[in-house]
């Protein structure tokens, strides 16, 4: 019998920030990420600077009293040094926690998950897309990435069993019937499952995957059903307003942005935003109603994209 997830907790205290990883050859190209399958393999050069950056990151977060870091970017995992690079960040720059936010693929091989936990990694975040093989990779667009992402689930559990896993999932057109089944299948690997949508870059022309939040909203209410049942594992819903659900939870948490970067981590001019590192995609308005709503102190409101794409002009707002 294989242990359960464990419940390990960085004290609230600890500050937390990312390093990214520009290597930009994910083997996953998610329809809302990458749909057009651009991908061009770095040069040695390349991976040199890439490695460099990374550190130059990475010194700036703890100079700056972080005690926490996440590994992400396009895709950590393909950088070719990334278990040097969790040794380093433990050993040298004596990080007390570090996730790596990976699709995780490369897992399937124990040997890499056996020499991360080595080096010393305490978190894994991993995307799952769909409980069955034709759902997650009609996301990613590759045919195998749901087996991989399961094998490598499965060999962290038996190979690593006190790591703490996270897995996450975006709602769209593809996948939004499976929300339960989702959930279901990442709570066997998983101590916090969470959901989102995705961001919507406003300048990509093909924005299909994209679901308005009043076409989701029966799939996660009967998220929220199940999930009553066996409380094991934490359930996490963000960046769904509360009003789309017509109540409040703790569970839906529309507040929390993206972790702190270091300043040496340039965001391209494209996404610039009149809010300080917060790229366009990632802004959100809040809607006429929102200021009547009893909660709206604990909302974030709409990603701006979703308001225009789906003419929301206004909100239903809550009381208490
Ligand atoms: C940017 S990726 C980095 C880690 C890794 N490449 C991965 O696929 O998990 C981190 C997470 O962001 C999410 N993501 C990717 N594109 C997104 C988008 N357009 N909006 C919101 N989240 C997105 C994915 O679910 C992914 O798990």
Request: charged content about 25%.
């Amino acid at each position: 019998m294989l242990p359960k997830a464990v419940k390990v907790k960085f004290p609230s205290h600890l500050k937390k920030g990312a390093v990214v990883v520009q290597v930009n050859a994910c083997s996953n190209s998610c329809v809302f990420c990458n749909p057009e399958r651009v991908r061009r393999r770095p040069s040695r050069e390349e991976l040199q600077v890439i490695g460099e950056d990374m550190a130059r990151q990475a010194r700036e977060l703890r100079r700056r009293r972080f005690n926490l870091v996440e590994i992400s970017g396009s895709d950590p995992i393909e950088y070719p040094g990334i278990v040097s690079f969790v040794r380093y960040l433990k050993r040298d720059l004596t990080f007390t926690g570090v996730q790596l936010s990976t699709h995780g693929r490369s897992l399937h091989d124990a040997a890499l998950v056996k020499a991360l936990k080595s080096a010393g990694l305490d978190a894994l975040k991993i995307p799952l897309y769909g409980s069955r093989p034709c759902v997650h990779d009609a996301v990613t667009q590759e045919k195998g990435s749901f087996r991989e992402t399961l094998e490598a689930l499965e060999n962290v559990r038996r190979h690593a069993p006190k790591m703490l896993v996270m897995v996450s999932s975006l709602i769209v057109r593809q996948n939004c019937r499976d929300v339960r089944h989702i959930y279901r299948v990442a709570s066997r690997y998983a101590f916090v499952v969470s959901f989102s949508v995705p961001c919507i870059d406003r300048s990509r022309p093909d924005k299909r995957f994209a679901l308005s939040f009043a076409a989701m909203r029966p799939q996660l209410l009967a998220l929220l059903k199940d999930r009553k049942k066996d409380n094991r594992v934490r359930l996490v819903i963000a960046d769904v307003p509360f009003c789309v659900f017509g109540f409040f939870q703790p569970q839906i948490i529309n507040l929390s942005g993206p972790p702190a970067t270091a300043g040496t981590y340039g965001m391209p001019d494209a996404y610039r935003s009149s809010v300080e590192r917060l790229p366009t995609y990632r802004v959100k308005i809040k809607l006429p109603a929102c200021a009547r709503c009893a909660f709206t102190d604990r909302c974030g409101g709409f990603y701006q994209a979703y308001a225009e794409l789906f003419n929301i002009k206004d909100a239903r707002p809550l009381s208490l």
